[in-house]
């Protein structure tokens, strides 16, 4: 379909690993949100971009979290030296105004530190 | 961004109208109501939103009273598919940070 692709769906690594998330936005959407959502909890913000540009990048945890959208569609969340407490839901969203409201989210990638 | 309380939990008929209460007590003049859910395993879905009018849209109806303290939403005729955590989400649509706040929600059983 034409909705917000996400992989992997799931990822299983060990401690101290590097992973990479991918997100593709619906076509022709200038937002794109990253969110973290842990077991039983709302999912938590953690970067937007609009365009190329992270505009927000505030809720991102430490910096061994990081994230790139280098030509304005796909977009790549990075996490470095992978922590037990980073297993969690990571959900990317988009849409088309940029004011945060309206939604579209992917099915989720499923990141197991272990 | 207003703090919102809802109820952890919820069952509903089917067939029946779930009615799901939010309160926004602090809530400013700019600031909408906004609704997602959130099937298990899938990611949230914008249901609608509103700023002081109540709202109707295929999926559901938001009722917002007039000192926008709370709102419901109300899904008419509930099916087992409305299954799924609800959350009320209170936002200015200016705001310098564009990105929505979700709280815990509320989890909508929906009986046979």
Redesign the interface.
């Known amino acids: 379909g034409a909705g917000v692709s996400q992989t992997p769906s799931n990822k299983v690594t060990e401690k101290g690993k590097y992973v990479e998330l991918r997100c593709d936005p619906i076509s022709g959407h200038t937002a794109l949100y990253w969110y973290r959502q842990s077991l039983g909890q709302g999912p938590e913000f953690l970067i937007y971009f609009q365009g190329t540009g992270a505009a927000d990048d505030s809720g991102l945890p430490n910096d061994r979290f990081f994230a790139v959208r280098p030509e304005g569609s796909v977009s790549t969340l990075k996490i470095q030296r992978t922590e037990r407490g980073d297993s969690a839901v990571y959900l990317c969203a988009s849409n088309s105004r940029g004011d945060g409201g309206e939604l579209f989210f992917g099915e989720g990638s499923r990141l197991t530190v272990l | 961004d207003a703090k919102t309380t809802q109820p952890t939990s919820m069952d509903c008929a089917e067939g029946r109208a779930a009615n799901l209460p939010c309160n926004h007590s602090t809530i400013s003049g700019n600031e909408?109501v906004?609704w997602?859910r959130q099937i298990h395993?899938?990611?949230?879905?914008?249901i609608i939103?509103g700023l002081k009018n109540n709202e109707t849209n295929e999926m559901a109806s938001l009722i917002i009273t007039e000192d926008r303290k709370s709102s419901t939403l109300i899904l008419p005729h509930a099916t087992l598919r409305d299954t799924a955590?609800y959350?009320c989400i209170v936002?200015a649509?200016d705001?310098?940070?564009?990105?929505?706040?979700?709280?815990?929600?509320t989890r909508l059983q929906v009986q046979p």
């Open positions: 909408y906004y997602y395993s899938q990611g949230p879905q914008y939103h955590v959350y936002r649509r705001t310098g940070r564009r990105a929505l706040t979700f709280g815990s929600g």
